[in-house]
């Protein structure tokens, strides 16, 4: 994520940089990006507001604060080495500055776009510092929920992946199974799951493991299914039991693959967990969705979109940092 | 190192291997396609028998089947009078690929035999002592992908070794080395070979290498693979690749796979 920035200079040689000096290029910037953040903050602090806003005193010492924070940074690079790295995201501090700065003059200063549709960069504060615990509840349910169905797909998945993949008796009976279930979007089981099942929790939770569980038993199956058979030719001349070739032989090399399929059923489970949030849980960023729809509250939706886009992004970043450790003597892996 | 030798001489390592009638073949497109026929051989403890002939002949098949990856179809197989049924780590195969696992370190891929048994807690050294046999021990942390095609080999090599095997059964093992690297490691085969007292089975397609390590070597026809002369190789060790004696028999051998008026 944070190599946007880096590509760019990085193929340069600086002339002036003494050697081991790997203060980005774009430091510079920085000086351009604190100003342009205090220009923001006295333009929010003291352009009177045409829209009706709170925190708007609140906007401007934020914006403030922050501006003098770059220029702090790029200061104290000098001494502190690894302060110059804030360097890297000076381009992207300058056009959110403009960016913010046009959002807060069409809607709160001119109120040029119709309220409440494009609320003002006030009242996306606002949704954080009024509404923070509703959020943060919501927030720890949507991950809860989240975190059990997909453990649990994950887990199934994982098994009838291995031993679709191992034994030819296991593929007879659950492939045709697999076959015909497994495309189903787990979402078209909804209405019945919640009649089934006695708690909207649960049925959600056995609908985010099934969403979760067909891509990692796919991926796990055809793993196991292609790993060489020079391997397990290797092992068995070695003495290997049949439990050593499943443990030792096709799960590790099988691995790659599994995470491909966590990969991918961890995608399908946000849309399943944001849906079955919407049309039944009472609890969870989906359901804050749809309840701050219901009262027109934009601000408040596009402020849990947010935390949802985090949410999302910090569990991919998760998935892909475990996966690094463990598959370490993979080349070439892709860097999330 | 020191250890591992100075067991060998007390018990001699090798074990006799006897091949008689066998049959094997594949069913390809519904049709049988045979691939061994009547194949009968004796080679002796501690002998280094090599199994000469033409690309796709069989030659490794009949490895595959003393090795105990496979059953033949007729005929017997027998280890020290014993008749082969399965793998067995007293029997230990090196491929033409080292097959190294992506996922272990050198270290770890040499440990798989010990492992795989449940002996590697009491006997970490042996690992230490084989990667150290064959020149590896700096690269004990290595991943495969870090290494070169030769040291891939010798850490195949060492994984066999490791088992202490009374069988060494080499698939074309320095097939795909280029051609100074595989000097080096037809030394290596010998050296070790004699330090430890296995009995080798190789199967080759070089003749020069064949003539080179073994005492034996056993020339077989196109498929159907069946034996066509076994030659006696006389000559002590160190060999050298301009001795008259192994011209003679390159030429030999060079006849019996129809190649003599090439060269």
Known sequence: MTAIAEAGPADRPGPLLADGDRRPHSLGLLVVAGFLWLALAGLVLLWPDAQEVERTRLLGVLAGVFGIAQLAAWGGSRLLTPLARAGHFAPWLIVLALWLAIWEIVTAKLDLLPLPFFPSPQAFVEVYTDDWRKLGDSLLASLWLLLRGFVVGAAVGFSVGVALGWSRRVGYWIHPVMRLVGPLPATAWLPLAFFIFPTSASASTFLIALATAFPVTVLTWSGVAGVQAAYYDVARTLGASQRFLVFKVAIPAALPHVFVGLFMGLGSSFAVLVVAEMLGVKSGLGWYLQWAQGWAAYANMYGALLVMALMCSTLITVLFKLRDRLLAWQKGLVKW | ?263
Not at chain 2, 3 to 21: D, F, I, M, N, Y
Not at chain 2, 61 to 85: I, K, Y
Not at chain 2, 213 to 227: E, G, K, M, T, Y
């Open chain 2, 1 to 263: 190192m020191v250890a591992l030798a100075r067991k060998t001489e007390v018990e001699p390592a090798g074990v006799s291997v006897s091949a008689r009638g066998v049959d094997h073949g594949f069913v390809l497109h519904g049709d049988y396609l045979p691939v061994l026929q009547d194949v009968s051989f004796e080679a002796g403890p501690g002998e280094f028998v090599a199994l000469l002939g033409p690309s796709g002949c069989g030659k490794s098949t009949l490895l595959r089947l003393v090795a105990g990856l496979d059953r033949p179809r007729a005929g017997s197989l027998t280890v020290d009078g014993a008749e082969v049924t399965g793998p067995d780590p007293s029997r230990v195969v090196v491929f033409q690929d080292p097959t190294l696992y992506p996922w272990r370190t050198v270290w770890r891929n040499a440990a798989l035999g010990l492992e795989a048994r449940g002996l590697l807690k009491q006997n970490r050294g042996r690992v230490d002592d084989a990667l150290a046999l064959v020149g590896l021990q700096e690269f004990a942390e290595a991943y495969p992908h870090q290494l070169s095609g030769g040291m891939a080999q010798r850490a195949s090599l060492a994984r066999a070794l490791v088992n202490d095997p009374k069988l060494l059964i080499l698939d074309e093992p320095l097939g795909k080395l280029d051609s100074l690297t595989r000097l080096t490691m037809q030394g290596e085969l010998t050296r070790l070979w004699q330090q430890r007292g296995f009995t080798v089975l190789m199967v080759t397609h070089d003749v020069e290498e064949a003539l080179l390590l073994a005492n034996r070597v056993i020339v077989f026809s196109d498929r159907p693979a069946r034996i066509h002369a076994d030659l006696a190789v006389d000559l002590p060790f160190p060999r050298h690749r301009d001795h008259p004696e192994l011209l003679r028999l390159r030429r030999e051998a060079l006849g019996l796979l129809g190649l003599a008026r090439d060269w």
